[in-house]
């Protein structure tokens, strides 16, 4: 009963997240429910079932001007071919499992008063109402599944802490079209049916589970190590005497393991299909640059970074990890479990833009589940445990709704990257100075009263004196002979269009050099602080202590070739002590 009552907690809180706090489907851009690699997902299903066009995308620039999902100038949805057509980045997947909520917005659209183009307020309605019955059913059923080795009380404590202490919360209930949620469910599916096919062999959960993992495998291609759930179910230990076992089991129902590959392997072929459809190849890799770095692993950047750790800001995760210890010397399915866990964080680890965050831990959290039940079962048994772990454990929560909250609503966590410093300045507050901001990029600020600057360098420059994305400015001058704490830089800037998207905006550099070399530098992007039309001045720190250099560069520049032109005058270069 208890996690009965947990479980609707869980649900009305993610309803309300999803359709009051921030309504994704209500907004319109890059906040729109299909916007940024949400829309990527979808976009096959108006380019077959509306516009009739999965190669040449002859429709994606209205979409593109009419609805803003991306950045018009930037088509993030596929990549284009030397013939000119173009392959969709994602696979088909997720468009595979929107489907049925596509096909209901499309007829309701004109009936309603909307277009029926495949973007309009039906579409990002029924994306967000598809999501959220899979992730309601996906939480059900992992509640089943825990009743299945752990108390009521234990389910339901573990189902509280999945939902209010981690981004589970988010991309369950708000960022619902990204595959995080959606894959979470299918694991839990794949968890439920392996259960019950080793406790009666029957073929319709070998068959469930080819279905299953060909899905998952469809939606993202690495998450074809599920397999591995179904092959080591019911193993404690790897032993030659179990492996034999298992094998002359497999054996044993070879015909239904095979119909069931059969089906994984049909599902997955479709996206094979598509490939050779729209390029003429069998295999496309459609990541571009992006790939895996399999013999360094970014495991520190990607677990404990502050710009983006996985557990410094889902904290309530120490406890699965904790747990692992009781679930070795307790746990069921121990060697499915604990290998899932292990292959998928090193995969998640190994791949070079791990600064996307800790929402690729999202979709094992199921299996995590297990030993963050044992952990609290082992809290649960001894009362001083209990009093300890209890205070901290609501702590992690309030940080979970914390940052929700700062994620959408709040000033303190927009347009992240972040340093440590900036971390420590803000956590769990709500109103800060807006000279905080410059944390996020520069963990050097000095926030005292300047006393006795001394001028390095200034120059006032001109009015035309800009940064685009073709023209970046340096200005070089030799290291002061006195010794100063502190280095300033500031200029006064104008631009006449806002530009709010992060890896667009124009950086203001500060360099220290020795024989040409860069020994330090602190950056600032100065959009986070320049409204449009209004001539502001900003300025960057850098502390310098006893650094040995002999000259300092001051820097303006676009990242990533950003279209944003800035104008620059009144550089100004000062150096004082505390």
Not at 135 to 150: A, D, P, S
Not at 219 to 232: F, K, M
Not at 395 to 417: C, D, M, R, V
Request: positive net charge; hydrophobic residues 45%; aromatic residues 18%.
């Amino acid at each position: 009963m208890k996690s009965k009552i947990s479980f609707f907690f869980c649900a009305f809180l993610m309803a309300y997240a999803g359709s009051l706090f921030y309504p994704r489907w209500e907004k319109g851009g890059g906040e729109a429910q299909l916007s940024w690699d949400a829309s990527g997902y979808y976009w096959y299903l108006p380019s077959v079932f509306i516009y009739h066009d999965l190669k040449a995308q002859t429709f994606k620039d209205s979409i593109l001007q009419k609805y803003h999902p991306v950045p018009p100038e930037d088509f993030q949805q596929g990549f284009k071919l030397p013939s000119g057509d173009y392959v969709m980045k994602y696979t088909a997947g997720m468009a595979i499992m929107e489907l049925p909520f596509f096909a209901i917005a499309h007829v309701s659209a004109q009936p309603l008063g909307y277009d029926a183009d495949g973007f309009s307020r039906p579409y990002q309605f029924m994306i967000y109402a598809g999501a959220m019955l899979f992730v309601f059913i996906g939480l059900w059923y992992l509640r089943r599944l825990l009743l299945l080795y752990y108390s009521d009380l234990v389910t339901a404590i573990v189902l509280l802490l999945l939902v209010l202490g981690t981004s589970y919360l988010n991309y369950a209930s708000i960022d619902v079209g990204m595959t995080h949620c959606w894959l979470f469910s299918l694991y839990v599916f794949i968890l439920w049916n392996t259960h019950f096919y080793y406790q009666s062999f029957q073929r319709k959960y070998a068959l469930r589970l080819g279905a299953l993992i060909g899905l998952i495998t469809l939606v993202r291609p690495t998450e074809a190590i599920a397999v591995l759930i179904p092959l080591l179910w019911g193993l404690e230990a790897v032993s030659r005497t179990a492996l034999k076992e298992r094998i002359r089991l497999f054996k044993t129902h070879i015909r239904t393991l095979l119909a069931a590959s059969f089906i994984g392997l049909c599902i997955v072929s479709l996206q094979f299909i598509y490939w050779k459809y729209a390029s003429g190849h069998w295999f496309v890799y459609s990541y571009g640059d992006q790939g895996f770095s399999w013999l360094s692993p970014h495991f520190r950047q990607y677990t404990l970074n502050f710009q983006c750790g996985w557990l410094v800001y889902t904290p309530v995760m120490f406890f699965a990890l904790i747990g692992i210890i009781p679930f070795v010397k307790r746990g069921r399915n121990k060697l499915a479990i604990l290998a899932l866990i292990a292959i998928n964080y090193y995969i998640v680890c190994a791949w070079n833009a791990w600064d996307y965050g800790g929402r690729a831990m999202i979709q094992s959290y199921p299996v995590l589940m297990f030993p963050l039940a044992s952990f609290m079962q082992s809290v649960l048994s001894r009362k001083l445990l209990t009093w300890i772990v209890a205070p901290v454990a609501l702590l992690f929560i309030y940080f979970n709704l914390w940052w929700t909250y700062q994620a959408h609503k709040g000033s303190l966590a927009g347009n992240i990257p972040g340093t440590s410093a900036y971390f420590w300045a803000t956590v769990l507050r709500y109103d800060l100075p807006p000279e905080i901001q410059k944390l996020k990029d520069n963990k050097d600020l000095f926030q005292g009263t300047v006393t006795n600057a001394v001028v390095l360098y200034q120059n006032a420059l001109t009015d035309t004196t800009t940064v685009t994305k073709e023209v970046q400015q340096s200005f070089v001058f030799p290291a002061p002979a006195q010794k100063f704490k502190w280095i300033r830089a500031e200029a006064a800037f104008f631009t006449p269009a806002k530009e709010s998207n992060l890896w667009f905006m124009t950086h203001f550099r500060i360099r220290l050099k020795k024989a040409g070399q860069q020994l330090e530098e602190r950056s600032i992007r100065v959009q986070r602080f320049l409204e449009q039309g209004v001539w502001q001045t900003i300025n960057v720190d850098i502390q310098v202590d006893n650094q040995d250099f002999d000259q300092v560069e001051i820097l303006f520049s676009n990242e990533n070739n950003g279209p944003t032109t800035c104008v620059i005058n009144n550089l100004k270069v000062i150096g004082f002590n505390e």
